[in-house]
């Protein structure tokens, strides 16, 4: 009954664990530094260029995690819908 017990537990940490990490955007296309990149393209800092170059920067991560959340979720409905039976 204890090992039982110890192994639930186990799997429930590794389960809450997989969770920490959801809120990083793991695409590696945004990844760099936001101002080195809009610096990179010659645009001087507090110019509205600058201002539309960050703002382009932050729609972009928001899309690359809405696209790992979507791909997450769509994993988990597929898991859920197709189980595997040995």
């Known amino acids: ?3 039982t017990s110890a192994l639930s537990c ?3 940490a590794l ?3 997989a969770c920490t990490h959801r809120g990083e955007v793991p695409s590696a296309g945004v990844a ?5 990149f809009c610096r990179a393209n010659n645009v001087t800092v507090g110019s509205p260029e600058y201002v539309a170059c960050r703002k ?3 729609v972009q991560h928001g899309n ?3 696209r790992a959340d979507r ?3 769509d994993l988990g409905e597929y898991m859920l819908n197709n189980p595997v039976r040995p």
């Open 10 to 12: 186990l799997v429930a």
């Open 64 to 66: 690359a995690a809405a």
């Open 1 to 3: 009954m204890r090992r």
């Open 15 to 17: 389960a809450l664990s």
């Open 56 to 58: 382009d920067r932050d």
């Open 32 to 36: 760099e530094d936001d101002d080195a």
């Open 71 to 73: 791909a997450q979720r």
